[in-house]
């Protein structure tokens, strides 16, 4: 998070300053000097929390440098939102030399963008870990994240037997029980007619590659 207080000489800065106190989602503010790689990042974050404002034209020390106020720019803005899961409100508006891109909280929390999910800690933005994501699901009153049904799995094409037995050897199972009586049982999967479907959590235990469906674990 950081602190709007710059000199009364600048102008710009001092209008977003006088803003950001009337700002009644939130007061995070995140300052950036251009439209950088982790836009994205920031813009998840503070989507998962109360939302907040990016300023764009102003470096980390609150000194402002801005930038070219386009079309270019605010399509570009826009096309990122839009391509969070789910797309992320956001308002473009240029005060003084700053681009201002205010980030409403989500009301679908979680949201992720390519690179995973994340939210804010203070003033700093940190990536979700899988026990962090369920908890999220959890916290947010939405249906259970490890019982929902992810149909990217094929199964058994990507399920990993040997985690699998490993598994079955530290939980103290004995006999030869069926793998998917297993997976029932323990709600890692359900059954749909002769298939079986696998859900996040069993993804999370058993799967070959559990990145390529959660790219964030």
Not at 119 to 125: C, L, M
Request: aromatic share 10%; charged share 30%.
């Amino acid at each position: 998070m950081r602190t709007a207080g710059r000199s009364e000489r600048d102008d710009g800065f001092n209008f977003i300053a006088f803003k950001a106190r009337d700002f009644t989602v939130t007061r995070v503010l995140e300052y950036k000097e251009d439209l950088s790689a982790s836009f994205s990042r920031e813009l998840v974050a503070l989507a998962n929390t109360l939302g907040g404002r990016i300023l764009l034209g102003v470096r980390d020390d609150g000194s402002v440098v801005g930038i070219k106020d386009s079309n270019d720019l605010r399509a570009r803005i826009q096309d990122i939102a839009r391509n969070c899961d789910p797309p992320v409100q956001v308002l473009v508006e240029p005060v003084g030399k700053v681009m201002v891109v205010t980030v409403r909280e989500s009301n679908a929390k979680p949201v992720q963008c390519r690179e995973g999910f994340f939210w804010r800690q203070g003033a700093v933005t940190q990536k979700l870990s899988r026990n962090e994501i369920r908890d999220f699901f959890r916290t947010e009153g939405m249906i259970r994240f490890d019982l929902s049904v992810n149909p990217r799995f094929r199964y058994p094409e990507d399920f990993d037997r040997d985690k699998f037995k490993n598994w079955l050897r530290l939980s103290g199972i004995t006999g030869r029980p069926r793998t998917e009586d297993v997976l029932v049982n323990i709600k890692a999967a359900e059954r749909s007619g002769e298939r079986l479907l696998f859900r996040n959590a069993g993804i999370l235990f058993f799967a070959k590659n559990v990145r390529h469906f959660f790219n964030q674990a």
